[in-house]
Nanobody, 117 residues
Framework: QVQLVESGGGLVQPGVSLRLSCAAS????????MGWYRQAPGKARELVAV???????NYVDSVKGRFTISRDIAKTTVYLQMNSLKLEDTAVYYC???????????WGKGTLVAVSS
């Protein structure tokens, strides 16, 4: 059974940092690209950052220079280090695993990040 479990969200003030974690089980972690998505209230879900099976990364422009995606293959976990958080980063953050060749994909249930002064 595939499971993606996000953790690390919370209520924070602008300017601080948070690190999200997504622990994956039931998949061949090395064969999957891992992505962080977010959905703010009233908005569509958007891709925030992705790390492919080969290790390359991409970010949405609004988080470049502030967020860093990384992974620990041994722990089958992907991280999202979020620095200098802004009010507009408030959203539910979801982890997604996508098989690099078949496209088979799985979602976690999300973790809430609320940035408020």
């Amino acid at each position: 059974q595939v499971q993606l479990v996000e953790s690390g969200g919370g209520l924070v003030q602008p300017g601080v940092s948070l690190r999200l974690s997504c622990a994956a089980s039931g998949i061949n972690f090395r064969a999957y690209g891992m992505g962080w998505y977010r959905q703010a209230p009233g908005k569509a879900r958007e891709l925030v950052a992705v790390i492919r099976s080969g290790g390359s990364t991409n970010y949405v422009d609004s988080v470049k220079g502030r967020f860093t995606i990384s992974r620990d293959i041994a722990k089958t976990t992907v991280y999202l280090q979020m620095n200098s958080l802004k009010l507009e980063d408030t959203a539910v953050y979801y982890c997604r695993a996508t098989h690099e060749t078949s496209g088979e994909n799985y979602w976690g249930k999300g973790t809430l990040v609320a940035v408020s002064s």
